[in-house]
C-alpha cells in the first residue's frame, strides 16, 4: 500500500516538473520569436556580403546599449535605410531591459562582445576584461568629423589619469549643449498657485503653505477622494530622484551622485552628512507629521505612483519630469491642464540657490565603444564619424529632406502635419522615421548649437519649446514673468564651473573597495532615511545620529577618501 | 596449508568475480534498449548539473572575466572568509531560514488539510469548482500577486484595512507593508493563498489511490469520519507527506527571491532581504563573480547537509525515506 502510494506520488511530482520545466520552455520560445526578426534582418546583410572596393559594402555590425529604445526598428525606418545605403552598415541591435547593470555584468563576463557597446558606467567592466579597443589613432586617421566636434575637449576623452587611451566616443552628453527648460525642483499643479493667486514659491515654507493652504479650501476631489499633499517615488532606483537628490538641491548643493564636492578644495563629503540635508529631511518629517505627506510614499511601488499622479490628486511632487511624466501624461489625454505640473526652484532657505543648472562643462564618460572582436574596426569608426558629420546630425535629428522637413529661404522647417504626427503619434513615426532612435550612436552637438548654415543642430530651441506649453502652462508661467520654467531657476553663469564635470560620471575600477562600501552606505541610507521621515517628530534626532554613527561604521570616511582621489585624478586629467 | 586454503580462496574470489562481471555484462546486454533509452538523460543531467560545477573553482579565485582559467589569481578560502564577516550575511540567513520555515510550516499544514477536507466533499460539482478555483492562482505571476497584495493591503481603499475599520476593530488604516515585523507574515500568507490548490493535487492523488474497502471495512467497524480520516486518510498518505517534507527541506535556503523582492520595501528591508537577493546584489552586480559563486556554493553544502539529516532523522523515526 505505502510501496504503491509512494511510488505514484513520486511519479506524480515528476510530471509537475516536467510541467513547470515545459512552461519554461514555451516562455523562452516566444523570446526567441520576438527576437528573430531582428537577427534573420541581420543573416540576411550578411548573406548577401560581396566584398567591393569601396566602403559600402554590406557589413552587420552587433550592438549593445544599457538603455531600452522600444521604438528600434532594426534600421528598417527611413534614416537606418539612408544610414545603411550611405556607409553599408546595418546594426543588429540589442537593447537592455530589465536591470541594465546586471546584463552589462553578464556581459562583460562572458567573453563574448557585440562588435559595439553603449554601456554608460558599467564600461569600467569591460575594460577591466580588456574587450574595447583604443579607438585614439583611429580617431585620428579615420574620422575628421570627431575630431573637429570634440576640439579642445580631447583631454576628457581619456579613459583615466592611470590609462591615457581613448574607449568611448560620448554620446550622451552633447557639445554646447544649452538647457532651455527645467525638468526638476519640486512641482505643484497649476491648479494650486492659480487658487492661491500665484504666491512665491522659493522655500519649503512657501511650498508647504501652498499646500496646506490649498488642501484647506479643497480637501477633496470632485469624486470626494481626498487630494494628497505630497507623494514621494521611492520605489527601488527612483529614490535618488524623487527622495535623496532633491536633498542637496534643496540645499544648494549639484548632483554629484551620493557625494557632495567642494568645487575649489574638491573635499568630498558623502551628502547626507552635511547637517544641511539633516534640516531638509527633517522638513519632510514634519510634513509627514502634519499629515501633508502622502502615507504610502514608501511602500508605493513605481506603477501606484505613477497611477496616483493621473487620477489628479496628487497636489505636490518632487520629482524629474521624465519620472512622473506618463502619469502627468494621462491628465493632459483628459484635458485635465490645470491638474498638470510647474516647476519651482525650492530650498530650504530663500538665500541658498538651487542648483539643478550647476554648470560641468561638456561630459565626457557615457558612450560608444569598440570590442575587441568587432569585424573592421576602421570602418565601424568612419560609420560613427559620419553620424558625427553636419550632414549626418542634421540627418539623425531632422530627417530626410522633402519629407520630415523643408529649407524655405535657407531655414530648415518642419511642416505643421508632420509636426502634428511627432506630437500625438510618437511612437508610430518615429518606428517608421528613425528620428530620435541613433543620437546616442556617437558623438553630436547639443540643443542650441548652430550649424554652417546657421539652422540648429537639434530641433530642441526655446521658440519650439515654448509652442509645447499648453494655454494653462502658458498661463502660470506668464503670472510668474517667465517664458520656461527655466527662468524661474538660478542661471548656469551664476556658479562656477565644476571642472571634473560630475561625481557620477566617473568610473569606479571595479575592484576598489568603494564598489562594496557604498552599495552598504547606500543600504543602510535608503532604511535609514524613510525610518527618519516617518517617526514621531520627536524621535528624528534620535534615530538621525544612529544613521550617522552606522554610516562611519560602514567606512564612509574611506569611501569618501577614493572618492576624492578619483574626483582629483579626473580634475587632473581633464585639464591638464 | 594455511597457504594453500588462502590461495585457494583467492582463486575463488576471483572467479566469483569475474562471474558477477560476466552476469552484469550479460544483464547489460540483455537491457540494452533500456539503458539506451536512459542514456539521453544521464547525459541532460550531466549537462546541465555536474559539468557547471566546474564553475565552482571561481570561489577560490579573484576571477577577472576574459582571463584564461590558468591565469587567474587563486585565493583560497577568501571569498568565504568575506563573507563569514559581513554582518549582513547573517541577516539574510536569519531571514532565508525564517521564511522558509514559515512557508514549509504553513505550506505543509494547510493543503493537507483542504486535500482531506476536499475529500470528503461528495458533491461532485462543488468539489471540482472548489478544487480549480484553488490552484488558479498558481498560474499568476508573482508580479501580479503583489500588485493585488500591496493593493488589498493598501491604506488608500485597501480592502483588508476597510474591512477592519467596518468592524470597528482599528479606527485608523494600518499601514502592513510598512511594518516590518509583518513582512514574514504577508511574505507566508500571499506564498500560501497562491500555492495551496496546486500543493492539494498531490494529495488528493494520493487519497484517491487508498483502496475503497478500507472505508468500507472501517464503516462496518463503526468509525465515523473523524476516524475515517485520523485512522485510514492520513496514514495512507504518510509516505508522500514525508517525502515532500524531507525534499522540501532540502530546498530550505533555496527559497528565491520574486515574492521579497517584489513585496518588499526600503522600510522592511531588513526583514525581507534573503540569501539570493544578497548574492545577486553583493556579487554579480558588483561584478563580484568569485563572491557570488562562494554564496551559492555555501547554498549548496547546507542543502546537502538539510537533506540528508532530514532524510537520516525521518528514516530512523518513520522508517520513510527517499534514499
Not at chain 1, 542 to 558: H, M, R
Not at chain 2, 234 to 258: A, D, K, V, Y
Request: net charge negative.
Amino acid at each position: 500500500m505505502n510501496q504503491i502510494s509512494k511510488w505514484s506520488s513520486l511519479a506524480l511530482s515528476t510530471t509537475l516538473v516536467a510541467g513547470m520545466l515545459a512552461g519554461c520552455g514555451s516562455n523562452n520560445d516566444g523570446n526567441n520569436e520576438a527576437n528573430s526578426p531582428s537577427a534573420n534582418a541581420g543573416n540576411n546583410a550578411t548573406n548577401t556580403e560581396s566584398a567591393a572596393p569601396e566602403d559600402t559594402s554590406p557589413l552587420t555590425l552587433s550592438y549593445y546599449s544599457e538603455d531600452p529604445s522600444p521604438n528600434w526598428a532594426n534600421m528598417q525606418d527611413e534614416i537606418g535605410k539612408t544610414l545603411t545605403e550611405k556607409t553599408g552598415i546595418t546594426l543588429d541591435a540589442e537593447f537592455a531591459v530589465g536591470d541594465a547593470v546586471q546584463k552589462s555584468s553578464l556581459i562583460a563576463a562572458s567573453g563574448e562582445y557585440p562588435d559595439l557597446i553603449s554601456a554608460k558606467q558599467s564600461i569600467a567592466k569591460f575594460v577591466d576584461a580588456g574587450a574595447v579597443l583604443d579607438l585614439t589613432d583611429l580617431i585620428d586617421k579615420y574620422a575628421p568629423h570627431l575630431k573637429k566636434l570634440f576640439e579642445g575637449n580631447m583631454s576628457r576623452l581619456r579613459y583615466s589619469d592611470d590609462d591615457h587611451a581613448i574607449y568611448v566616443i560620448p554620446s550622451y552628453n552633447g557639445i554646447g549643449q544649452q538647457y532651455f527648460n527645467a525638468g526638476g525642483g519640486f512641482e505643484l499643479q497649476h491648479r494650486v498657485v492659480k487658487e492661491l493667486g500665484y504666491p512665491q514659491i522659493k522655500t519649503v515654507a512657501d511650498y508647504e503653505k501652498a499646500i496646506k493652504d490649498y488642501l484647506a479650501l479643497h480637501p477633496k476631489d470632485e469624486n470626494g477622494n481626498p487630494n494628497i499633499g505630497l507623494t514621494l517615488n521611492a520605489d527601488d532606483w527612483h529614490m535618488y530622484i524623487s527622495v535623496t537628490n532633491p536633498a542637496f538641491f534643496a540645499t544648494g548643493g549639484s548632483d554629484d551622485g551620493e557625494f557632495n564636492i567642494d568645487v575649489d578644495t574638491q573635499k568630498v563629503t558623502y551628502h547626507f552628512r552635511r547637517p544641511e540635508e539633516k534640516d531638509y529631511f527633517k522638513w519632510l518629517n514634519h510634513m509627514n507629521a502634519e499629515g501633508l505627506l502622502d502615507p504610502e510614499s514608501f511602500v508605493q511601488k513605481y506603477d501606484q505612483y505613477k497611477a496616483k499622479i493621473a487620477s489628479g490628486r496628487v497636489l505636490g511632487l518632487i520629482d524629474q519630469d521624465w519620472d512622473y511624466g506618463d502619469g502627468e501624461k494621462a491628465l493632459k489625454a483628459e484635458g485635465k491642464f490645470d491638474q498638470g505640473y510647474g516647476h519651482y526652484p525650492v530650498t530650504m532657505s530663500a538665500d541658498i540657490k538651487e542648483a539643478s543648472f550647476w554648470p560641468t562643462g561638456f561630459m565626457a564618460g557615457s558612450g560608444v565603444a569598440i570590442s575587441k572582436d568587432n569585424p573592421d574596426p576602421v570602418r565601424t569608426i568612419k560609420f560613427l564619424d559620419y553620424l558625427a558629420s553636419d550632414e549626418g546630425q542634421v540627418l539623425m535629428n531632422w530627417g530626410i529632406e522633402g519629407k520630415q522637413y523643408n529649407v524655405v529661404d535657407g531655414k530648415r522647417v518642419i511642416p505643421e502635419d508632420v509636426n502634428n504626427r511627432k506630437i500625438n503619434d510618437a511612437v508610430n513615426f518615429t518606428k517608421e522615421t528613425g528620428i530620435g532612435l541613433y543620437n546616442l550612436l556617437s558623438g553630436h552637438y547639443g540643443d542650441g548649437v548652430k550649424d554652417p548654415s546657421g539652422n540648429y543642430y537639434t530641433t530642441n530651441f526655446p521658440e519650439q519649446i515654448v509652442a509645447g506649453f499648453n494655454d494653462v502652462e502658458k498661463e502660470v508661467l506668464k503670472a510668474y514673468n517667465a517664458t520656461t520654467w527655466k527662468d524661474l531657476f538660478p542661471k548656469e553663469e551664476e556658479f562656477k564651473v565644476k571642472p571634473w564635470g560630475a561625481a557620477w560620471n566617473i568610473p569606479i575600477p571595479g575592484d576598489s573597495e568603494a564598489v562594496v562600501i557604498e552599495k552598504k552606505l547606500t543600504d543602510i541610507t535608503w532604511k535609514r532615511i524613510p525610518e527618519a521621515i516617518l517617526a514621531k517628530p520627536a524621535d528624528f534626532d534620535k534615530i538621525w545620529d544612529a544613521y550617522q554613527q552606522e554610516l562611519v561604521k560602514a567606512d564612509v570616511e574611506k569611501a569618501e577618501k577614493i572618492r576624492e582621489d578619483l574626483v582629483k585624478a579626473r580634475v587632473k586629467l581633464w585639464n591638464e | 596449508m594455511k597457504a594453500v586454503t588462502t590461495s585457494s580462496a583467492g582463486v575463488q574470489q576471483q572467479t566469483l568475480g569475474k562471474k558477477r562481471e560476466r552476469s552484469f555484462w550479460r544483464t547489460a546486454l540483455r537491457n540494452r534498449y533500456l539503458y539506451m533509452m536512459s542514456l539521453p538523460f544521464i547525459i541532460w543531467v550531466f549537462v546541465f548539473s555536474y559539468y557547471p560545477l566546474w564553475g565552482w573553482t571561481m570561489a577560490f579565485q579573484k576571477f577577472k572575466p576574459a582571463k584564461s582559467f590558468w591565469e587567474q589569481d587563486w585565493v583560497g578560502f577568501d571569498q568565504f572568509k568575506i563573507l563569514f564577516q559581513d554582518d549582513t550575511f547573517y541577516l539574510v540567513m536569519r531571514n532565508t531560514l525564517a521564511m522558509s520555515f514559515m512557508g514549509i510550516i504553513a505550506g505543509f499544514a494547510v493543503p493537507i488539510v483542504f486535500a482531506v477536507l476536499l475529500n470528503e466533499v461528495k458533491n461532485m460539482a462543488f468539489k471540482r469548482v472548489a478544487q480549480t478555483i484553488s490552484y488558479l492562482p498558481h498560474f499568476v505571476s508573482w508580479v501580479v500577486v503583489a500588485g493585488i497584495v500591496s493593493k488589498m493591503l493598501s491604506t488608500d481603499h485597501g480592502t483588508i484595512n476597510e474591512v477592519l475599520m467596518w468592524l470597528g476593530l482599528i479606527d485608523q488604516p494600518i499601514q502592513f507593508l510598512a511594518k516590518p515585523h509583518y513582512f514574514w507574515g504577508i511574505v507566508t500568507v500571499s506564498d500560501v493563498w497562491k500555492e495551496m490548490g496546486w500543493n492539494t493535487i498531490i494529495y488528493l492523488a494520493a487519497i484517491a489511490g487508498i483502496s475503497q474497502e478500507m472505508y468500507e471495512a472501517a464503516k462496518v467497524d463503526g468509525a465515523n469520519r473523524i476516524r475515517q480520516i485520523w485512522h485510514i486518510t492520513l496514514p495512507g498518505i504518510r509516505s508522500t507527506i514525508i517525502i515532500l517534507l524531507i525534499m522540501s527541506i532540502g530546498h530550505l535556503i533555496q527559497i528565491g527571491f520574486e515574492k521579497q523582492f517584489l513585496l518588499g520595501n526600503n522600510l522592511v528591508r531588513d526583514y525581507s532581504q534573503v540569501l539570493d537577493l544578497y548574492s545577486l546584489e553583493y556579487g554579480l552586480q558588483m561584478s563580484r563573480y568569485s563572491f557570488g559563486t562562494a554564496v551559492n556554493i555555501f547554498n549548496s553544502v547546507v542543502s546537502i547537509i538539510l537533506l540528508f539529516a532530514a532524510n537520516g532523522i525521518f528514516k530512523k523515526i518513520t522508517k520513510e525515506s527517499i534514499m
